[in-house]
């Protein structure tokens, strides 16, 4: 659970320094204005922390009020929430870029700072991956899911993995963190205007006016039931697999340039793998064994937030080893209470009959995955903290 940080890993901890390139489009025209003028209203003596915890608690808060309206991930909630979602979103977005221009401006940057953004960053993806698709009425279904895995997760693993090895965090010209967030604002914000049956009408569908009739007809079926939100899900995963490539191109570029194996780095990739398969496996052997009572569709989202956690864990302890200089194994103990969760959902599931009790078998997961993690972050903060003589929370005078 605890991690215990080596004398010579907190030494290359506290001789670390984030190198991140921003190359974002939108960033440079529009948001560095926005984000520069908004820290004029942030007192000196506000620790870039709390900036960001600030931004992840606002994110929380609406996790839970859009759970609280639509706990299945569908039907119509009220205006204000989509609204809500929006605003707090795009507070969000702005807190998480205030947090370093903060950092810089007080001179109290530190890797404890990157850790513990990074960190709150890869919550945040489940938590919203999720009010999205309350939003959007994804329901139950494996919807919710491709996209919490493939326009969520796996971008933000690529990205700090590609950092792990290159040493960089480099943004793209339109990349998910600036671009990807603004239009996710704007469809939340237009669908507290417009509200939310856009994202349920199937525009492909032989009663739609869109299309020619003689298209339409040499349409598959399924192809004309395909509501928005399904065809907006499929058509985001392309560009997110896009640029896991350009992930992938970067650091075998840097390794050849080191002549350093590749094949090891690659390995890496193998975690993301297993979590998502785990997750799926899980959903299918739920979902079919009890298809009225499964977790899955009556605890979907503390379900998802508990594979959230975890995923967080994950994303952190890769973060710290690239601090620390240290290797990154493949099997972490965050992954074993999804592997186990899995195998035990598997012999329900073979055995045709519930022999473990789903309703006990998520409440061991959700606890055992959230304490695992609140002990790794109260471990490592506290680590990191004492070494680096400095506090979380607060700006701590140099001397």
Known sequence: MNVVLSKSALENVSKHKYSGIDDSILAKLVLQKYWNFCLRFVPLNIAPNLITLTGTITILLSFFIVGYYSPYLEG????????????TLFFYQT?????GKQARRTGSSSPLGQLFDHGCDSIVCTLQSLIVASVASYGVGYISLIQLFT?????FWMATWEEYHTGVLHLGPINGPDEGIIVIVCALLSTAIFGNGFWTFKPLAASSPILPSMIQQLLPQFIQQLMVNEI???SLSLPCLVTCFFNIKHVVQHLQSKQKPILPALKHILVWVIITASSFIWYYTSTNLL????IWFNNIRTVQFSIGIIFGELVSRLILAHMCHEKYNIIQAPLYPLILSTLCSSINYYNGKEIIPENLLL???AVTS???YSLFVKS?????CSYLNIKCFTITKKH
């Open 76 to 87: 119509t909630l009220p205006r204000w929430v989509y609204a809500m979602s929006g605003l």
């Open 151 to 155: 326009t969520a997760l796996l971008p």
């Open 291 to 294: 298809p009225l009572s499964s």
């Open 232 to 234: 907006i899900v499929a």
């Open 363 to 365: 409440i061991l997961f």
């Open 380 to 384: 490592t903060i506290s680590q990191l």
């Open 95 to 99: 807190m998480d870029n205030l947090d």
């Open 370 to 372: 959230f304490v695992h």
